[in-house]
């Protein structure tokens, strides 16, 4: 009797929370119709990380790029077609003869959005910040081919010494260490942008970490920015060619996991998810599906301080020993696709004919299992070995998990005698690892900082700090070296050289490449006109609209 | 007593020395640099930048340095979030890792309580297996499994609540649930084992035998006694729980302080995972300390200044 | 008269009062079956319906972990990218409509992409036999949690009971040291030890966990035996002049021995999902082999596209944990001397 009493009692207090509970489920569902407003022209977006910094010198990941390239501008733009400069704060530029001076002449009606104007000094100010060795701007090194920027970064020489003058207020002169051909394409790049120097002294350390510690001169401006959860663009009215602009907000949350994403995306949430492979089956068929490619590769380092790496056909066996197109459709699943080369495709185009540099220079490897086991072979006899065992250094993302299993089982399939093993990183330490040189093969991945096929190919020249695998050939540090300095004035000959050495390169099997990254998305079919760039901020938002 | 608190508040701070020394040395065994852009930078780069940041000093010079600053209420600046203060990031996010902690401690607790108490006065009945079945359910499915159904189930199938994000009230109802199931999972359990330990005791049945009422034995002789050795389970709980945790944040889009340690460790971004550690420890020593005040409260016997005696 | 019959009906004579046969030798006999403490408690834990359940099942699966993968005619990690993503089908159970190779829109896989062989639980994205992964990767949970179970329980009730058992100093200072281990971040410990070692094996991620896990185990023997010590009858067996020795092993710990059973119950699981947590994070064992954990959180993704590849690893872990919660309880109250009916 006295136990069913207390029973009792214990019941009712269970009872009562779930009571509670189910109260507020209802309030819930009133709040929700209230929140339904009519869309007009509003873009609800996810981000995958908070935004690091919006302080343009310090900048330096994918994140911060995408939201200052539609709150701020430079010289030029990219423009509607993802990759074409086009006017930003620059109406108009001379270049000199010898393609080493530039002057730009900036338009009258470019304002920041405290109402200042953006004067020539703004960018004078910027560009010495940023490769001011006090600053410690991870990024400096974009500008280097400004004249004496590397220097001055150094420490080398005091930061005056820079390459870039304001003749007058909206006059800017910049001199260039070499005739580079893409440094009006670089000036649409984050580094470059303007700064108030009056506002940026002003906010002190404080610059760039909140919306307002930061001046905008874009299409829009950063009107709100709560920290690790979201912000929100809103039309600049003092931008220059804000007739240009019909998005009137852009609203971002943060979205960490794909599955929350793609579940925001269907309660109508957010109007654009990108997927990962497990869901591009479940949705390939929707209309609202599609796929792109970047201009990022990923291919194996193979770190010839290893004794069979630094054989050449043990290399060769690798690159040729296993399926690609096989492992792109179904593991990847994302648009990505099978790399047989090095510079990607759809990045850049030759200076005359204006073909894609992939199609003049081609596929450079195939698989070919059956040479690859041929070749293996032979590697093995010359070093002098029956089996060996490798270690793949790996990210520890799931899907480079998966890549390094499927690399694994094939290569082991294909080349007797191997073992491969595989050692996942935290991204740091694996970084890390791969500058100490202290590993075998790597899981690596390269995406362009300037458009030009340089941005690769210079990645290998010998004690090149990216080289990281001990590769060297004379003749392809010879091309580099002349692509660089005396073919500057020759462009047509400077392509071909550069695929001249993108051929060496994998003549000597020095990496083997695995793919092209292509990303999947799902868009709602009313989001028109949002741009896409292979370099710089991901989207442009100024020419995007809304049409139901 | 006021000794031994004075003596107490003297270890906690001389501990909050101890771990922020020790993690100070084992964060910097930790491969690789804060470096947002490495794989980009040269050599001489790389340098120049952590030269400024002082980063090529010795550790035990960086060490002293920091705890200088430390002594001034300093925890320095982010290297991912550019100069944004440490001590500002960890105050933005502890308020929903907080809130989120604290609703799901105290659903979780109570419910526990019920559930683990019913189990043991209901002992090897059906009750008690029910009661064992969910606890179990609890703890056997991995929380991001738990995460990720619920937000199916209830936001997208049948909309009754937000799938994600940080917007108020109603946001925080399932990552609240998702935690608690976690919460009355160990609570039952531990319940259940010590009522069922306290009701077969002597003292138990000498108050049934003075004829005190059922309730009346279990509130004030049972559930006291069997209270205690949850309370050594719940404040680490509660330090974890309200600290944040990674999985539920994720999954849920919240802007909690679990996610933000978890990344600072994973990009060496050394003045977070600093500052979130001391924080954390402090908030972990103190907890201890009121549990342990806590047993003498609830239980007479447990005389903690005393030792031996 | 009445003293008469009274007579008559009790008929008493001296040959009732035989002296009884006294042999002192067999005073001491035990007549009724003799248990030993361990023999009674096995009895009782067997009698425990839930217990009983919780044994067969744990069996089972720890069958099902040692032969099935030595039986599969794959190896865990034989990829066939022409068979990937494909659901479960069994054989003799397809003909119930249930893993019969269809997915949940009744489509069936293996006659599209031409396969006429059996995957128990189907296939992940590289392939790769499910039934094959999720028994090894049993396996290697178990494994995990074993270690990292006994290594706790070890370390834990020794350091627990020490630390409560004298008290005064030694505890605060035992304590002050539990403090600052369970404030270094966890996760570094983790990353450093994985570092240590090279690479995440089983061990090395077993003693991971370990190198804090512990501290909860110690803490609860704690606060048990400061509960425990003062009580009467250690205070009698102190006064009779038992040492710390007898008065530790022989009084205080079979009386923690429950708190003890469930905290190790719960550090196997907790292990075991500690592991899925680092795997959630990429630093779980080492690919291309599995663990419960891994295998779950790694098909959570595909739950609602391939829902398969994490509904079967789920529910081994669970009925592994369930298991070992129904058996810990049948042990918590079998251990128990109060217990006792």
Same mark, same amino acid.
């Given at each position: 009797?006295?136990?069913?009493?207390?029973?009792?009692?214990?019941?009712?207090?269970?009872?009562?929370?779930?009571?509670?509970?189910?109260?507020?489920?209802?309030?819930?569902?009133?709040?929700?119709?209230?929140?339904?407003?009519?869309?007009?022209?509003?873009?609800?977006?996810?981000?995958?990380?908070?935004?690091?910094?919006?302080?343009?010198?310090?900048?330096?990941?994918?994140?911060?790029?995408?939201?200052?390239?539609?709150?701020?501008?430079?010289?030029?733009?990219?423009?509607?077609?993802?990759?074409?400069?086009?006017?930003? &704060?620059?109406?108009?530029?001379?270049?000199?003869?010898?393609?080493?001076?530039?002057?730009?002449?900036?338009?009258?009606?470019?304002?920041?959005?405290?109402?200042?104007?953006?004067?020539?000094?703004?960018? &004078?100010?910027?560009?010495?910040?940023?490769?001011?060795?006090?600053?410690?701007?991870?990024?400096?090194?974009?500008?280097?081919?400004?004249?004496?920027?590397?220097?001055?970064?150094?420490?080398?020489?005091?930061?005056?010494?820079?390459?870039?003058?304001?003749?007058?207020?909206?006059?800017?002169?910049?001199?260039?260490?070499?005739?580079?051909?893409?440094?009006?394409?670089?000036?649409?790049?984050?580094?470059?942008?303007?700064?108030?120097?009056?506002?940026?002294?002003?906010?002190?350390?404080?610059?760039?970490?909140?919306?307002?510690?930061?001046?905008?001169?874009?299409?829009?401006?950063?009107?709100?920015?709560?920290?690790?959860?979201?912000?929100?663009?809103?039309?600049?009215?003092?931008?220059?060619?804000?007739?240009?602009?019909?998005?009137?907000?852009?609203?971002?949350? /943060?979205?960490?996991?794909?599955?929350?994403?793609?579940?925001?995306?269907?309660?109508?949430?957010?109007?654009?998810?990108?997927?990962?492979a497990e869901y591009v089956d479940k949705y390939k068929s929707s209309e609202e599906f599609s796929t792109y490619q970047e201009p990022t590769v990923f291919f194996l380092r193979l770190n010839q301080k290893d004794k069979l790496l630094k054989n050449k056909k043990a290399r060769q066996a690798i690159n040729m020993g296993w399926d690609k197109q096989l492992f792109v459709d179904t593991i990847l699943n994302n648009g990505s696709i099978p790399a047989n080369f090095l510079v990607p495709e759809n990045f850049v185009q030759g200076p005359e004919d204006k073909k894609d540099?992939?199609?003049?220079?081609?596929?450079?490897?195939?698989?070919?299992?059956?040479?690859?086991?041929?070749?293996?072979?032979?590697?093995?006899?010359?070093?002098?070995?029956?089996?060996?065992?490798?270690?793949?250094?790996?990210?520890?993302?799931?899907? @480079?998990?998966?890549?390094?299993?499927?690399?694994?089982?094939?290569?082991?399939?294909?080349?007797?005698?191997?073992?491969?093993?595989?050692?996942?990183?935290?991204?740091?330490?694996?970084?890390?690892?791969?500058?100490?040189?202290?590993?075998?093969?790597?899981?690596?991945?390269?995406?362009? %900082?300037?458009?030009?096929?340089?941005?690769?190919?210079?990645?290998?020249?010998?004690?090149?700090?990216?080289?990281?695998?001990?590769?060297?050939?004379?003749?392809?540090?010879?091309? &580099?070296?002349?692509?660089?300095?005396?073919?500057?004035?020759d462009l047509p000959k400077r392509w071909e050289s550069l695929q001249e050495a993108e051929k060496i390169l994998f003549e000597d099997a020095a990496i083997a490449p695995m793919f092209q990254r292509g990303r999947a998305y799902l868009q709602r079919p009313y989001a028109k006109n949002i741009v896409k760039h292979n370099f710089g901020g991901d989207f442009s938002f100024k020419w995007a609209y809304i049409e139901k | 007593m006021g000794r031994y608190v004075l003596q107490r508040l003297f270890y906690m701070v001389f501990t909050l020395f101890l771990i922020t020394t020790?993690?100070?040395?084992?964060?910097?065994?930790?491969?690789?640099?804060?470096?947002?852009?490495?794989?980009?930078?040269?050599?001489?780069?790389?340098?120049?930048?952590?030269?400024?940041?002082?980063?090529?000093?010795?550790?035990?010079?960086?060490?002293?340095?920091?705890?200088?600053?430390?002594?001034?209420?300093?925890?320095?600046?982010?290297?991912?979030?550019?100069?944004?203060?440490?001590?500002?990031?960890?105050?933005?996010?502890?308020?929903?890792?907080?809130?989120?902690?604290?609703?799901?401690?105290?659903?979780?607790?109570?419910?526990?309580?019920?559930?683990?108490?019913?189990?043991?006065?209901?002992?090897?009945?059906?009750?008690?297996?029910?009661?064992?079945?969910?606890?179990?359910?609890?703890?056997?499915?991995?929380?991001?499994?738990?995460?990720?159904?619920?937000?199916?189930?209830?936001?997208?199938?049948?909309?009754?609540?937000?799938?994600?994000?940080?917007?108020?009230?109603?946001?925080?109802?399932?990552?609240?649930?998702?935690?608690?199931?976690?919460? /009355?999972?160990?609570?039952?359990?531990?319940?259940?084992?010590?009522?069922?330990?306290?009701?077969?005791? %002597?003292?138990?049945?000498?108050?049934? @035998?003075?004829?005190?009422?059922?309730?009346?034995?279990?509130?004030?002789?049972?559930?006291?006694?069997?209270?205690?050795?949850?309370?050594?389970?719940?404040?680490?709980?509660?330090?974890?729980?309200?600290?944040?945790?990674?999985?539920?944040?994720?999954?849920?889009?919240?802007?909690?302080?679990?996610?933000?340690?978890?990344?600072?460790?994973?990009?060496?971004?050394?003045?977070?995972?600093?500052?979130?550690?001391?924080?954390?420890?402090?908030?972990?020593?103190?907890?201890?300390?009121?549990?342990?005040?806590?047993?003498?409260?609830?239980?007479?016997?447990?005389?903690?200044?005393?030792?031996?005696? | 008269?009445?003293?008469?019959?009274?007579?008559?009906? +009790?008929?008493?004579?001296?040959?009732?009062?035989?002296?009884?046969?006294?042999?002192?030798?067999?005073?001491?006999? /035990?007549?009724?079956?003799?248990?030993?403490?361990?023999?009674?408690?096995?009895?009782?834990?067997?009698?425990?319906?839930?217990?009983?359940?919780?044994?067969?099942?744990?069996?089972?699966?720890?069958?099902?972990?040692?032969?099935?993968?030595?039986?599969?005619?794959?190896?865990?990690?034989?990829?066939?990218?022409?068979?990937?993503?494909?659901?479960?089908?069994?054989?003799?159970?397809?003909?119930?409509?249930?893993?019969?190779?269809?997915?949940?829109?009744?489509?069936?896989?293996?006659?599209?992409?031409?396969?006429?062989?059996?995957?128990?639980?189907?296939?992940?994205?590289?392939?790769?036999?499910?039934?094959?992964?999720?028994?090894?990767? @049993?396996?290697?949970?178990? +494994?995990?949690?074993?270690?990292?179970?006994?290594?706790?329980?070890?370390?834990?009730?020794?350091?627990?009971?020490?630390?409560?058992?004298?008290?005064?100093?030694?505890?605060?200072?035992?304590?002050?040291?539990?403090?600052?281990?369970?404030?270094?971040?966890?996760?570094?410990?983790?990353?450093?030890?994985?570092?240590?070692?090279?690479?995440?094996?089983?061990?090395?991620?077993?003693?991971?966990?370990?190198?804090?896990?512990?501290?909860?185990?110690?803490?609860?023997?704690?606060?048990?035996?400061?509960?425990?010590?003062?009580?009467?009858?250690?205070?009698?067996?102190?006064?009779?002049?038992?040492?710390?020795?007898?008065?530790?092993?022989?009084?205080?710990?079979?009386?923690?021995?429950?708190?003890?059973?469930?905290?190790?119950?719960?550090?196997?699981?907790?292990?075991?999902?500690?592991?899925?947590?680092?795997?959630?994070?990429?630093?779980?064992?080492?690919?291309?082999?599995?663990?419960?954990?891994?295998?779950?959180?790694?098909?959570?993704?595909?739950?609602?596209?391939?829902?398969?590849?994490?509904?079967?690893?789920?529910?081994?872990?669970?009925?592994?944990?369930?298991?070992?919660?129904?058996?810990?309880?049948?042990?918590?109250?079998?251990? %128990?001397?109060?217990?006792?009916?």
């Amino acid at each position: 009797m006295k136990k069913r009493f207390s029973l009792f009692f214990v019941f009712v207090l269970v009872l009562s929370t779930f009571l509670a509970a189910c109260g507020d489920k209802d309030a819930k569902k009133e709040d929700k119709k209230d929140a339904k407003e009519e869309v007009k022209q509003v873009l609800n977006l996810p981000e995958t990380s908070e935004i690091p910094s919006m302080d343009s010198s310090l900048a330096t990941d994918a994140v911060s790029f995408n939201v200052m390239n539609n709150v701020m501008e430079g010289l030029y733009r990219l423009g509607e077609d993802g990759q074409t400069p086009t006017e930003g &704060v620059a109406e108009k530029h001379e270049v000199s003869e010898d393609g080493k001076t530039y002057t730009f002449t900036l338009r009258s009606d470019a304002k920041w959005s405290n109402g200042e104007p953006v004067t020539a000094n703004d960018f &004078v100010y910027a560009w010495k910040r940023a490769v001011n060795p006090k600053t410690a701007a991870e990024y400096a090194y974009i500008m280097f081919d400004v004249k004496n920027a590397a220097k001055i970064n150094n420490g080398e020489l005091p930061v005056d010494q820079l390459g870039v003058k304001a003749v007058d207020e909206k006059t800017l002169e910049v001199q260039l260490e070499t005739a580079v051909p893409y440094f009006i394409s670089l000036t649409s790049f984050a580094t470059f942008y303007p700064l108030n120097e009056k506002f940026v002294t002003e906010q002190g350390s404080k610059h760039g970490t909140e919306a307002n510690t930061t001046l905008y001169n874009g299409p829009f401006t950063l009107s709100e920015w709560k920290h690790e959860q979201s912000f929100q663009l809103k039309k600049n009215a003092n931008y220059w060619d804000a007739k240009t602009v019909k998005l009137e907000e852009v609203n971002y949350s /943060i979205i960490k996991d794909t599955a929350t994403g793609v579940n925001l995306y269907e309660t109508e949430q957010i109007d654009r998810i990108a997927l990962d492979a497990e869901y591009v089956d479940k949705y390939k068929s929707s209309e609202e599906f599609s796929t792109y490619q970047e201009p990022t590769v990923f291919f194996l380092r193979l770190n010839q301080k290893d004794k069979l790496l630094k054989n050449k056909k043990a290399r060769q066996a690798i690159n040729m020993g296993w399926d690609k197109q096989l492992f792109v459709d179904t593991i990847l699943n994302n648009g990505s696709i099978p790399a047989n080369f090095l510079v990607p495709e759809n990045f850049v185009q030759g200076p005359e004919d204006k073909k894609d540099f992939r199609d003049a220079n081609g596929d450079l490897v195939k698989t070919d299992k059956a040479e690859a086991t041929k070749l293996w072979k032979e590697a093995l006899k010359e070093v002098g070995v029956d089996s060996y065992k490798l270690v793949l250094l790996n990210y520890d993302s799931e899907s @480079a998990k998966k890549t390094a299993e499927y690399i694994k089982e094939e290569l082991e399939q294909t080349l007797p005698g191997l073992t491969v093993d595989i050692k996942p990183q935290p991204f740091q330490q694996k970084l890390d690892l791969e500058t100490k040189g202290d590993y075998q093969f790597s899981y690596a991945g390269w995406g362009p %900082d300037y458009p030009d096929p340089m941005t690769f190919v210079d990645m290998f020249v010998t004690d090149g700090t990216h080289n990281q695998m001990e590769y060297s050939n004379p003749k392809f540090d010879e091309l &580099v070296k002349k692509s660089k300095t005396e073919l500057m004035s020759d462009l047509p000959k400077r392509w071909e050289s550069l695929q001249e050495a993108e051929k060496i390169l994998f003549e000597d099997a020095a990496i083997a490449p695995m793919f092209q990254r292509g990303r999947a998305y799902l868009q709602r079919p009313y989001a028109k006109n949002i741009v896409k760039h292979n370099f710089g901020g991901d989207f442009s938002f100024k020419w995007a609209y809304i049409e139901k | 007593m006021g000794r031994y608190v004075l003596q107490r508040l003297f270890y906690m701070v001389f501990t909050l020395f101890l771990i922020t020394t020790l993690t100070f040395f084992l964060m910097k065994l930790l491969p690789g640099s804060p470096l947002q852009n490495q794989e980009k930078l040269t050599a001489e780069q790389r340098e120049v930048i952590l030269e400024k940041y002082g980063l090529n000093d010795p550790v035990p010079v960086q060490y002293v340095r920091y705890m200088k600053n430390l002594v001034q209420g300093d925890l320095g600046i982010s290297f991912k979030y550019d100069n944004r203060e440490v001590s500002t990031i960890i105050g933005e996010r502890i308020g929903p890792s907080a809130q989120l902690g604290f609703q799901a401690l105290m659903i979780g607790t109570l419910i526990g309580i019920l559930l683990g108490s019913i189990a043991a006065l209901r002992h090897n009945t059906w009750v008690d297996y029910g009661s064992t079945v969910i606890s179990v359910l609890g703890i056997s499915v991995p929380s991001f499994v738990l995460a990720a159904l619920l937000q199916y189930y209830v936001g997208v199938e049948l909309r009754w609540l937000p799938v994600a994000m940080w917007k108020g009230f109603e946001y925080t109802i399932l990552p609240t649930l998702a935690l608690s199931v976690f919460v /009355i999972a160990q609570v039952s359990r531990f319940m259940r084992t010590e009522m069922i330990e306290v009701l077969h005791s %002597d003292y138990i049945l000498l108050a049934r @035998a003075k004829g005190i009422s059922g309730s009346g034995i279990i509130l004030k002789h049972a559930l006291r006694n069997a209270l205690i050795p949850v309370i050594t389970i719940l404040g680490p709980m509660a330090v974890n729980l309200m600290t944040g945790t990674l999985v539920i944040e994720r999954i849920f889009a919240v802007p909690g302080l679990g996610e933000q340690f978890v990344l600072s460790i994973m990009v060496n971004d050394y003045t977070i995972i600093m500052g979130i550690t001391i924080f954390y420890s402090a908030l972990f020593i103190l907890i201890v300390f009121i549990v342990d005040i806590l047993y003498g409260i609830i239980d007479p016997r447990i005389r903690l200044a005393g030792g031996k005696s | 008269m009445d003293k008469a019959q009274n007579e008559k009906q +009790l008929k008493i004579n001296p040959e009732l009062f035989q002296p009884a046969e006294y042999d002192p030798s067999k005073v001491e006999v /035990i007549t009724r079956p003799s248990l030993t403490f361990w023999k009674d408690a096995s009895r009782r834990l067997l009698q425990n319906r839930g217990a009983t359940f919780g044994l067969i099942l744990l069996t089972i699966i720890l069958c099902f972990a040692l032969f099935a993968p030595i039986f599969s005619s794959y190896k865990y990690s034989d990829q066939n990218l022409r068979h990937a993503k494909l659901p479960p089908k069994m054989p003799y159970i397809e003909k119930l409509g249930v893993m019969d190779g269809k997915d949940k829109d009744g489509f069936d896989w293996y006659a599209t992409k031409k396969v006429d062989k059996y995957y128990y639980f189907g296939t992940d994205d590289l392939g790769r036999d499910q039934w094959t992964r999720i028994w090894t990767g @049993a396996r290697i949970s178990l +494994l995990i949690g074993l270690i990292a179970a006994s290594v706790d329980l070890l370390i834990g009730v020794m350091y627990g009971g020490i630390s409560g058992y004298y008290g005064g100093r030694l505890d605060t200072i035992m304590q002050r040291l539990v403090e600052v281990l369970m404030g270094v971040p966890y996760l570094i410990v983790v990353i450093l030890f994985i570092l240590l070692f090279e690479e995440p094996g089983v061990l090395t991620i077993s003693l991971a966990m370990v190198v804090t896990g512990w501290v909860s185990m110690s803490r609860v023997v704690r606060g048990q035996i400061l509960k425990l010590k003062n009580q009467e009858y250690v205070l009698a067996s102190r006064t009779l002049g038992s040492p710390d020795g007898r008065l530790i092993f022989k009084h205080l710990l079979p009386n923690v021995m429950g708190p003890i059973i469930v905290m190790t119950m719960f550090t196997i699981p907790s292990a075991i999902f500690a592991e899925a947590f680092l795997s959630f994070i990429g630093l779980g064992i080492k690919p291309p082999l599995a663990s419960l954990g891994s295998l779950v959180s790694d098909g959570y993704k595909s739950i609602r596209t391939y829902p398969h590849l994490m509904m079967y690893p789920a529910l081994v872990i669970s009925s592994l944990i369930l298991s070992f919660n129904l058996v810990a309880d049948g042990l918590r109250d079998a251990l %128990d001397p109060k217990m006792r009916k």
